[in-house]
């Protein structure tokens, strides 16, 4: 069964640094998202993206994230200046055409601020 | 803005017992909502899912019933079995944006034993 993959599964970074955590979603899957989630809290979401380009994005989603999809199978999430609040699992998840199909996640990327 | 309350936080059963999760979302308009459960440390995975325009779904010991008028959804696992021991979270996907997002609880963590 075709899955969503992300690498890496864990990122070490100081504050302040630029990260960038990359997802390789479904082939035939036209919506791609990112969620994050605080350890032992609920799954929030953080943008989603059609078409190339963002259809929706949370508060969260400040100036300092951005999405890409450089070429027809990655997609990323970067962060521009991590801070020590953005420590998190960010999963990576996507879908086909259908609204009401499901998202599937990847295994996700832990990342730790220091 | 959009919600979606679960509850109980935390379940514990014995084996063989039936377990129930419930769940109330606040976009009366929202037309699809999910449950996934998550291992320690793992991506969350779609167990069931559920369309507005359908108040009951079945699979196996899982089943999911909506009601619209309440705005409520609940997870319905019967002859629990220990490897139905996780965090599950119900989800419901809104109009805002398109319905192209996913709201989650605030999950249940599910104890079953021996």
């Known amino acids: 069964e075709p899955e969503v993959t992300q690498t890496p599964s864990h990122q070490v970074t100081q504050m302040g640094q630029e990260v960038i955590l990359r997802c390789v979603p479904i082939?035939?899957?036209?919506?791609f998202y990112w969620y994050r989630q605080i350890l032992g809290q609920k799954v929030e979401f953080l943008v989603s993206?059609?078409?190339?380009?963002?259809?929706?994005k949370s508060e969260i989603f400040d100036d300092q994230f951005s999405v890409e999809r450089p070429d027809g199978s990655n997609f990323t999430l970067k962060i521009r200046s991590t801070k020590l609040e953005d420590s998190a699992m960010y999963f990576c998840?996507?879908?086909?055409?259908?609204?009401?199909?499901?998202?599937?996640f990847g295994d996700g990327t832990r990342l730790s601020i220091l | 803005g959009e919600n979606v309350e679960q509850h109980p936080s935390t379940l514990s059963v014995q084996e063989g017992d039936s377990a129930v999760i419930k769940c109330t979302y606040s976009?009366?308009?929202?037309?699809?909502f999910p449950w996934y459960k998550q291992e320690l440390g793992k991506r969350p995975q779609l167990i069931i899912d559920?369309?507005?325009?359908?108040g009951e779904k079945k699979d196996q010991r899982i089943a999911v019933t909506l009601n619209k008028t309440a705005k409520h959804f609940s997870l319905h696992i019967t002859e629990t079995q220990p490897e139905d021991s996780a965090v599950y979270f119900c989800?419901?996907?809104?109009?805002?944006?398109?319905?192209?997002?996913?709201?989650f609880g605030a999950g249940t963590r599910l104890a079953v034993h021996p």
């Open positions: 998840a996507s879908r086909i055409r259908d609204p009401r199909g499901p998202q599937h």
């Open positions: 976009d009366s308009a929202s037309n699809y």
């Open positions: 559920i369309r507005s325009n359908v």
């Open positions: 989800a419901a996907s809104p109009r805002s944006g398109g319905y192209n997002k996913l709201i």
């Open positions: 082939s035939n899957h036209l919506y």
């Open positions: 993206f059609y078409n190339n380009e963002i259809s929706e």
